[in-house]
Structure formats: C-alpha cells, structure tokens
C-alpha cells in the first residue's frame, strides 16, 4: 500500500470496501445495509451485536467476513452452562509441575458470540475486559489479545425462555446493534435458488491483517469539523432525561440516555460512512446515517414508553427530525 496522500489512501479503501461487498455478495444474498454497518464498525475498531429471528444467516455473515478479511475465525457457542474459563482459558500444570495458561476461543481476531443472551451474567462478564481493554485476566496475569479483534454477536429476540438480558454495560460496549430483518421475495428468491443448487461458491480473501489496521488507523486520522462533532454530542445530549439540552421526548419517555461512548462511536462511524462513500471528511448525513445503530440500545426506555408502545427507534427518530 504505497498511498502518496491520505486522500489517495482514502479512495483505495473505498475500492477495497466496494471488493469485500462484491466478495460478501457470492454467499449472502441482499442484507447491503446489515454488511456496511458491520464492516463499518470493524473498520472503527468497534464490536457489534447482530438481533434477528433464526435462519437469517447471522452466523453465516460473521463467516463469510472472517473469510474475505483473512482473519482467524472463533465461534463461541454461549449456552447456560457455559464458565469464563470456556471462554478466556485456563491454566492447567504440565509435565514439569508448573502452571501453564491454555488459551480460550477469544484469541481469534474475530469472536461470534453466537447466542450471547443465552449465558448468565457471571459468563458474559468474561467478555467485558476483552472487548474494552483487549486484553484478559486469568490467575492474576494479564494477556494480551490479538489484533485486530472484533466481537460479533447475535440474539434472537424471540426467544425469551432461558435468556439473560444483556446488562448495560456490556450493551455499551457494542458499537452497533444491527437488527437483521426477512429478506424481500426477490432476496429470498435467489437465496432458495443458490443455496439448493448444489453450487459452493469459493472466496477470495480481499485484506491481510496489516491492510486491516492500516485502514483502522486511517479512519481514526479523518478529520471531523467541529459542528459535525457539536451535532453529534449535541444528538447524544439530546437523548439524557432532565438535563439541560434534553429533548421533550427524552423527558416524557426516557429512563436513562446515552453516554460519552455514544458520540464518540458517531464520529469514528461517522468517518467510516463517508471515507466509503468517497468523502474526504464526515458531515451530519453521515451521523444520521449511523444514528440508530448506535443508539438504539444505548436508551432505556421508562413504564410509559412501554406501555404506550414507543421503541427505542422512534425516540432516536424523533431527535433526529
């Protein structure tokens, strides 16, 4: 990659991005928005969490992105059984009679935590240090994780029994909440035709792990001016009740609003969005493109929302009108 400017580096990775959809496209049919936002969020340096109902092809996604990124690849099946040590290691004594670490699934650079709700609390916590600090703690000693490294998860939100609601912090951690919806008759059209024809389509792998944190710390580098960065902290004000800057909605329908992380996720997404769409620097459509995955799990709703039946989509539309 010999970029003789930022400008030039920034059109190469909107070519190489427009390749990964191209190589994406070969196995999953349609989903173009679910694709951008979860490159978008790993191009940012963020994790992501996948909510949609069974056979939409989640796991299959985070796959197929492991595959075209040439990123080692880690499914962690989360069940009500599952222990932290089923997921950052153990140590063990060996021949000599001393302890040795055996690493987990989470050294991989991409993690699909497949099912994340479906483990208690204590298990999920094990993820916590992992996605902020990139880094986990086993007997004392810190180990450092891979890089790059993105956790991936889906929930399904239909299924209620036996699930665990994700606890706030956590939530917070994922950049994105993408909510993956049935695919339209023509979609689901071509997915029958390709998947029951017998025909298996081979990948190509578009980035190495070099090209990849190139292309993060790239991203990082875009300038945002400031009242881009103004209309995102002032979005993200917006949404925390009783506060000066509060929105009448927020007021009315919201228990808790978004934090810091929340505009700070705005403007790295933000530049992401636009350095992909052929822009040299962010503006405020970028934000309103990027607005709902990024705070749609970040509000909690109060009794009245509820019970009135508005969604954490309205309240984030409403303060985007």
Known sequence: MNYKSD?????????????????????IVGQEKVINNVLISIFSKGHCLLIGVPGLAKTLLVNTIARVLGLNYSRIQFTPDLMPSDIIGT?????????????????????????????????????LEAMQEKSVTAAGNSHILNDPFFVLATQNPIEQEGTYPLPEAQLDRFMFNVILDYPSF?????????????????????????????YQNLIRKIPATDNVVEYAVNLVSKTRPNTSLAHEWANEFIGWGAGPRA???LIIGAKCHAAINGKYAPDIEDIKAIAQPVLRHRIVRNFKAEAEGIKNEDIVQKLLD
């Open 7 to 27: 400008a030039e580096a920034i059109d190469g990775f909107a070519e190489k991005h427009n390749e990964l959809k191209k190589e994406i496209a070969k196995i």
């Open 91 to 127: 140590e063990i004594l060996d021949e000599s009679r001393k302890f040795k670490f055996v690493k987990g699934p989470v050294f991989a650079n991409i993690i699909l935590a497949d099912e994340i709700n479906r483990t208690p609390p204590k298990t999920q916590s094990a993820l």
């Open 186 to 214: 023509d979609e689901e059209l071509n997915v029958v035709k390709e998947t029951t024809s017998g025909k298996e389509p081979k990948l190509s792998e578009i980035l190495d792990n070099d090209e990849i944190i190139y």
């Open 263 to 265: 505009s700070q996720y």
